[in-house]
């Protein structure tokens, strides 16, 4: 697939979901007791979007691209408000302190549903307690990469290669906690073996020094990593779904490789605080649903390297759950706390 071509919508999320899909939705589902009038005049105001990273990051291209549109379609202004600090926990602290009427909502990412909550001492939020889940969106896949010089054509040979050599194969991340880091962590745990990190703060010179040969490997967004790839600088050995990414076809997934039920990636979602009326979050959600249909969003989202995610409320809250659980394991094995 080229990726100017229009991004592939997926009906729910790579993940199987359990029958038990409720949950983290429970806010939401709090709101059904109210009128069913009460969505008639939302939103009555300006809907703030919080994202909790800079501006020009992917969560943030995401962000504007749809509230751009929920701006057209509701005919009121939808404003991206940036609050990054404690890997986006600010902002989702914020929503989740928020008035329960609609008009803060937050894109999030697995850093703040999933991730923070098992890695730092503390976050201002309850993940599974204090927000209504409304939709996903957006699912942007990784991939596993080695210098093109370094003898490695495959993932076995490099699952080989560092069986032999416990500890002596490093890599680089954007930093302790972020999927760059957990996702090799996670290949370490189902993969038996060991490797050595290398913490960075931000991709850019974890992508260099792994270029310049001062670390072995590195896990990133494919989005990231593709011009490296293409320039011949770097190897692809595996990605990160379940199912081949279109926008790698011919990179088999670490799953197929022998590492069965492996996946990892950076999903988007929307939620807004607990107890929002569930006439609010369903209106929110079909209208996601309908924005995420349209050929212009489809091109925009894959020009930015993004799959498209559509989901109920409910499978949005399940999904949570699974990825809270998965990444706890994850974070707690690996020994990795940040007060």
């Known amino acids: 697939m080229d990726p100017h071509d229009e991004a592939p919508i997926v009906s729910q999320p790579r993940r199987a979901f359990g029958r038990a899909a409720f949950g983290l939705g429970l806010g939401a589902a709090a709101g059904t007791a109210f009128a069913q009038g009460e969505a008639g005049d939302y939103p009555s105001r300006t809907v703030t979007v919080m994202v909790g990273y800079p501006p020009g990051n992917a969560t943030d291209t995401i962000a504007r691209l749809l509230a ?30 928020s008035p329960p009427d609609g008009h803060t909502l937050l894109l999030t990412a697995p850093a703040a549903m999933a991730i923070n909550p098992n890695l730092y001492a503390k976050v201002p939020y309850d993940a599974l307690k204090d927000f209504a889940t409304i939709g996903m969106c957006s699912w942007l896949p990784y991939v596993l990469v080695v ?14 290669r560092a069986r032999a050599n416990p500890g002596k194969l490093s890599f680089s991340s954007s930093g302790n906690g972020t ?19 290398v913490p960075y703060k931000g991709s850019a010179q974890a992508h260099t020094d792994l270029i310049g040969g001062q670390v072995d490997i590195n896990f990133d967004t494919i989005t990231a990593l593709m011009p490296h790839i293409r320039a011949g600088r770097l190897r692809p050995l595996a990605t990160s779904s379940l199912n081949r990414t279109p926008f790698a076809p011919d990179v088999p997934t670490v799953a197929e490789q022998g590492v069965p039920g492996f996946e990892g990636g950076a999903w988007l979602g929307f939620v807004a ?31 930015a ?13 399940a999904f949570i759950r699974t990825e809270y659980t998965k990444w706890a394991r994850v974070v707690r094995e690996s020994g990795t706390k940040i007060d």
């Open 147 to 160: 210098r093109a010089d370094a003898g490695i054509g495959s993932l076995a040979e490099l699952l080989a």
């Open 305 to 317: 390297g993004s799959e498209i995610l559509k989901t109920t409320p409910e499978e949005f809250a």
């Open 179 to 197: 999927i760059s880091h957990l996702l090799m962590v996670l290949l370490s745990q189902r993969s038996d073996t060991k490797f050595t990190h």
């Open 68 to 97: 751009e549109r929920f701006a057209t379609r509701m005919r009121r202004p939808f404003i991206i408000e940036n609050r990054p600090g404690q890997g986006s926990s600010l902002a989702a602290g914020a929503v989740a302190k």
């Open 273 to 303: 605080a607990a107890a929002t009326p569930r006439p609010i979050v369903d209106r929110l959600n079909r209208e996601l649903n309908q924005i995420l249909e349209e050929p212009d969003t489809r091109r925009r989202m894959s020009d």
